[in-house]
């Protein structure tokens, strides 16, 4: 329950076990954040917050959050007020800004993001937004922006400046110049070098799981991509500067909410860390209004539907052989007699909307993307009662299936190819079948020599964002 309600809650609780219900161990600091900058401190009060049980553990972070929580050891006691009002402000905008909800969505469009990189620049950018105040106190390890920038880039800025131009996406990408341990081990057998394990990198990790320990997400994520990856020198640098900083990010993809609903999260959040920082002003937590605010974004699921609903609303059939209820009305006549033209009716029946969907199966299409992609497109069929006819094809078709309306099944089909990418003959054979809309799951890497009468929407993942249909309308799957 977030500390809004639970202020009221407490209030109306009689006796101590609604003070010990709500208490935890930040609840000083946030005071103290509140006493300080009433608007920005107050933000605190909109995160859940959780008490590790058990004694201190030295090799967990004092505090940490999974996008949602604050999560505090028994050490965080020991600490000074304004060191604790330093990391409960530091894990509050860590949430506000949602720092974890956003590497999950980093990690999926990349298909492999480092989680300790994207720690340190999350917290380079918290730390220099917090760096101003006084009244607070942040750890003598802690990691700046622009000494990140310095550091890494070799790229001198101001810190204002710099929290102005660079979110934790455009950051990270700049730093992370990893190399799979494959590609390394390839090009150092033609030099005839021996290669060199990287601190932290994907030997590293490797040794680690050779001992016994357990795969984390970011390890098992290598291994599916065909091994580890190993620090270059922008990452190396990054990763020694920030290594003495406890990780404080705990992201969960269980914990991420429909693509709707996190859309409308990183809204809200935006909005109040707008309102509180125009509230406390020279006071706010925010040293400025920071590039790394958090956007809300139009989810590819939702433009999907919506898209596919307008187009494959059923419609009524004209019916030549029946006249219109005006027609009849009227007995054929205008208002001076005149003979009117014969105006059609409708059929009583109504036509069954089909839609065809073309999988390009030589395209960059990786399988998690093309799940979440056919369970969409099966959601929608089914709730429209929609007619799908599937075509598999590169170069040419190598399948096609028909489905019943509201009965399409794409779980367990397998889409073979290989060959190059060649759109005219796929679109010819969605022509035979008269949809009312083709959507075309592709990389947009190739060839169209026919433009069809119906309308097309290309679905793109995101590493082609920047490719521009032939024609049509295309929507990025990021």
């Given at each position: 329950?977030?500390?809004?309600?639970?202020?009221?809650?407490?209030?109306?609780?009689?006796?101590?076990?609604?003070?010990?219900?709500?208490?935890h161990?930040?609840?000083?600091?946030?005071?103290?954040?509140?006493?300080?900058?009433?608007?920005?401190?107050?933000?605190?009060?909109?995160?859940?917050h959780?008490?590790?049980?058990?004694?201190?553990?030295?090799?967990?972070?004092?505090?940490?959050?999974?996008?949602?929580?604050?999560?505090?050891?028994?050490a965080?006691?020991?600490?000074?007020?304004?060191?604790?009002?330093?990391?409960?402000?530091?894990?509050v905008?860590?949430?506000?800004?949602?720092?974890?909800?956003r590497?999950?969505?980093?990690?999926?469009?990349?298909?492999?993001?480092?989680?300790?990189?994207?720690?340190?620049?999350?917290?380079?950018?918290v730390?220099?937004?917090?760096?101003?105040?006084?009244?607070?106190?942040?750890?003598?390890?802690?990691?700046?922006?622009?000494?990140?920038?310095a550091?890494?880039?070799?790229l001198?800025?101001?810190?204002?400046?710099?929290?102005?131009?660079?979110?934790?996406?455009?950051?990270?990408?700049?730093?992370?110049?990893?190399?799979?341990?494959?590609?390394?081990?390839?090009?150092?057998?033609?030099?005839?070098?021996?290669?060199?394990?990287?601190?932290?990198?994907?030997?590293?990790?490797?040794?680690q799981?050779?001992?016994?320990?357990?795969?984390?997400?970011?390890?098992?994520a290598?291994?599916?991509?065909?091994?580890?990856?190993s620090?270059?020198p922008?990452?190396?640098?990054?990763?020694?500067?920030?290594?003495r900083?406890?990780?404080?990010?705990?992201?969960?993809?269980?914990?991420?909410?429909?693509?709707e609903?996190?859309?409308?999260?990183?809204?809200?959040?935006?909005?109040?860390?707008?309102?509180?920082?125009?509230?406390?002003?020279a006071?706010?937590?925010?040293?400025?209004?920071?590039?790394?605010?958090?956007?809300?974004r139009?989810?590819?699921?939702?433009?999907?539907?919506?898209q596919?609903?307008?187009?494959?609303?059923?419609?009524?059939?004209?019916?030549?052989?029946?006249?219109?209820?005006?027609?009849?009305?009227?007995q054929?006549?205008?208002?001076?007699?005149?003979?009117?033209?014969?105006?059609?009716?409708?059929?009583?029946?109504?036509?069954?909307?089909?839609?065809?969907?073309?999988?390009?199966?030589?395209?960059?299409?990786?399988?998690?993307?093309?799940?979440?992609?056919?369970?969409e497109?099966?959601?929608i069929?089914?709730?429209?009662?929609?007619?799908?006819?599937?075509?598999?094809?590169d170069?040419?078709?190598?399948?096609?299936?028909?489905?019943?309306?509201?009965?399409?099944?794409?779980?367990?089909i397998?889409?073979?190819?290989?060959?190059g990418?060649?759109?005219?003959?796929?679109?010819?054979?969605?022509?035979?079948?008269?949809?009312?809309i083709?959507?075309?799951?592709?990389?947009?890497?190739?060839p169209?020599?026919?433009?069809?009468?119906?309308?097309?929407?290309?679905?793109v993942?995101?590493?082609c964002?920047s490719?521009?249909?032939?024609?049509?309308?295309?929507?990025?799957?990021?």
């Amino acid at each position: 329950m977030p500390n809004g309600g639970a202020a009221k809650a407490m209030a109306d609780a009689p006796g101590d076990a609604a003070d010990d219900r709500y208490r935890h161990r930040g609840t000083r600091a946030i005071q103290r954040m509140v006493e300080y900058a009433p608007s920005s401190g107050g933000l605190a009060l909109w995160v859940a917050h959780a008490d590790r049980p058990g004694a201190p553990d030295p090799a967990a972070p004092l505090a940490a959050t999974d996008g949602r929580t604050i999560f505090y050891d028994a050490a965080f006691e020991a600490l000074p007020l304004p060191a604790q009002a330093g990391l409960v402000a530091h894990e509050v905008l860590h949430i506000a800004l949602r720092h974890a909800q956003r590497f999950i969505d980093l990690q999926q469009r990349l298909g492999d993001a480092d989680l300790q990189l994207f720690n340190i620049c999350a917290d380079a950018i918290v730390n220099s937004a917090l760096g101003h105040l006084a009244w607070l106190q942040l750890p003598a390890q802690s990691v700046a922006l622009d000494t990140l920038l310095a550091a890494a880039l070799d790229l001198k800025q101001d810190v204002t400046a710099a929290l102005l131009e660079w979110d934790v996406e455009r950051l990270y990408r700049a730093i992370d110049d990893r190399r799979r341990t494959d590609e390394r081990d390839e090009r150092d057998g033609r030099s005839g070098r021996q290669p060199r394990p990287q601190p932290g990198g994907g030997q590293a990790r490797q040794s680690q799981a050779g001992r016994g320990g357990a795969a984390s997400p970011q390890q098992a994520a290598d291994g599916q991509r065909g091994g580890a990856r190993s620090d270059g020198p922008r990452a190396a640098r990054v990763r020694a500067l920030g290594g003495r900083s406890a990780a404080d990010l705990l992201p969960s993809p269980a914990a991420q909410a429909a693509p709707e609903a996190e859309a409308e999260q990183a809204r809200e959040w935006s909005e109040r860390l707008l309102r509180a920082h125009a509230g406390d002003g020279a006071h706010s937590l925010l040293r400025a209004l920071l590039a790394d605010l958090p956007r809300s974004r139009t989810p590819w699921e939702q433009v999907l539907r919506t898209q596919l609903a307008r187009s494959l609303a059923p419609q009524r059939d004209l019916s030549w052989s029946r006249p219109s209820r005006s027609y009849l009305a009227n007995q054929g006549r205008s208002a001076g007699g005149r003979r009117m033209p014969f105006e059609p009716g409708f059929s009583p029946s109504r036509r069954v909307p089909r839609l065809v969907l073309i999988v390009d199966v030589s395209g960059s299409i990786d399988d998690e993307l093309l799940q979440r992609f056919t369970r969409e497109v099966e959601a929608i069929t089914r709730r429209l009662e929609t007619g799908l006819v599937l075509v598999v094809g590169d170069d040419r078709v190598r399948r096609v299936q028909r489905f019943e309306p509201g009965r399409a099944d794409l779980a367990g089909i397998e889409f073979p190819g290989g060959g190059g990418t060649d759109f005219t003959p796929l679109l010819e054979e969605a022509a035979r079948h008269d949809p009312d809309i083709a959507v075309v799951l592709t990389d947009l890497d190739g060839p169209a020599r026919v433009r069809p009468l119906f309308p097309v929407l290309w679905a793109v993942p995101e590493c082609c964002a920047s490719a521009e249909p032939p024609f049509g309308r295309k929507l990025n799957l990021s």
